[in-house]
């Protein structure tokens, strides 16, 4: 399974860290990504992570201002969002998957709950 906390109201340009920790059969070969849908939207892609070597991805949108991060000792990914915008306000999901790519929603097999990130302007 996977939860999902860290939400929460910061004003334009703060800063947030959202933490998903892992249980389970979830392991190094799973990659684990972050998705967000705010009212009325799709879902979005915004990072991932392979669990095993540690690469990376980001949506462009928050290139530069968000770091998706791993501690394998805690069994938890991080997504440390700075210079949050009110655009950023969304509910974050944490899923993860085994393989294909990790930037469409179709295809995460394990979701976490999701965390309301709200960015006040």
């Known amino acids: 399974q996977l939860q999902a906390s860290g939400g929460g109201l910061v004003q334009t340009g703060g800063s947030l860290r959202l933490a998903c920790a892992a249980s389970g059969y979830i392991n190094s070969a799973f990659f684990l990504g972050w998705f967000r849908q705010a009212s009325g939207t799709e879902r979005e892609f915004v990072s991932a992570?392979?669990?095993?070597?540690?690469?990376?991805h980001y949506a462009e949108s928050v290139k530069g201002r968000f770091t998706i991060s791993k501690d394998d000792l805690k069994d938890t990914v991080y997504l440390q969002m700075n210079s949050l915008k009110p655009e950023d306000t969304a509910t974050y999901y944490c899923?993860?998957?085994?393989?294909?790519?990790?930037?469409?929603?179709?295809?995460?097999?394990?979701w976490g709950q999701g965390t309301l990130v709200t960015v006040s302007s």
């Open positions: 899923a993860a998957r085994l393989g294909g790519s990790v930037y469409f929603h179709q295809g995460y097999s394990v």
């Open positions: 992570i392979s669990l095993g070597n540690g690469r990376t």
